[in-house]
């Protein structure tokens, strides 16, 4: 497909589980960003990609989130030992060049600690 | 830091109604603006945006101007129609990046 693509779509874990969410950005899209969506608010930064290179990462919450996108198309944000306050649903998104001028969006992971 | 600020929903509204929903930011700088919607069940798509002052973005029938005197970029559309329920929100660019800064976004419901 042309878009931005995640999966899983939902995930449950159990408190203390280590997860692994996927983003395939659009082909040829040299930034990518992952954003934090909790119940009823706005998308919160946690990370940005130019290529390979992870040039911000401001916006992790914890030590336990880490992400790469080693060869500068697919990523992996992954969470350890998932705590119930992780529960939200992380949001991908691509753009052609930095800066970006306009990010394209994946449905998302909902992920939810029990 | 930079922040978004937009009104508070629900709006409800009946078919062919006015809509405004407000929008107010702070940066250093001039960032550029955006508004996306979130249909039901759907992800995030870009409804319109704004890169300088003054610009006017539009889209489907909605409007926005950004006012730097004002730090403002309030969403407009003359008709709103039962298909333009969803969750609005507005969203600054911030540094180099472009990451996005988005306020906590604003339900439209539509009755007919």
């Known amino acids: 497909g042309a878009g931005v693509s995640q999966s899983p779509r939902y995930k449950v874990a159990k408190r203390g589980q280590d997860v692994a969410l996927r983003c395939d950005p659009i082909s040829g899209h040299v930034s990518l960003f992952w954003y934090q969506q909790a119940l009823g608010q706005g998308p919160e930064f946690l990370t940005y990609f130019q290529n390979e290179a992870q040039l911000d990462k401001s916006g992790l919450p914890s030590d336990r989130f880490f992400a790469e996108r080693p060869e500068g198309s697919v990523s992996t944000l992954k969470i350890q030992r998932t705590q119930q306050e992780d529960s939200a649903v992380y949001l991908c998104?691509?753009?052609?060049?930095?800066?970006?001028?306009?990010?394209?969006f994946g449905p998302g992971t909902r992920l939810t600690v029990l | 830091g930079n922040s978004v600020t937009q009104m508070e929903g629900p709006v409800t509204l009946s078919e062919e109604a006015f809509l405004t929903i407000n929008c107010t930011y702070t940066?250093?700088?001039?960032?550029?603006l955006f508004w996306y919607v979130q249909y039901p069940g759907e992800g995030l798509q870009l409804l319109l945006k704004?890169?300088?002052?003054?610009d006017k973005g539009s889209n489907k029938g909605f409007e926005a101007t950004y006012r730097k005197e004002t730090t403002s970029f309030h969403l407009e559309k003359g008709s709103v129609q039962v298909s333009d329920s969803a969750v609005y929100f507005c969203a600054s660019g911030s540094g180099n990046t472009g990451k996005l800064i988005f306020g906590q976004g604003t339900t439209l419901q539509v009755k007919p």
């Open positions: 704004a890169t300088k002052a003054d």
């Open positions: 998104a691509s753009s052609l060049t930095p800066p970006a001028v306009e990010q394209f």
């Open positions: 940066a250093t700088g001039y960032p550029s």
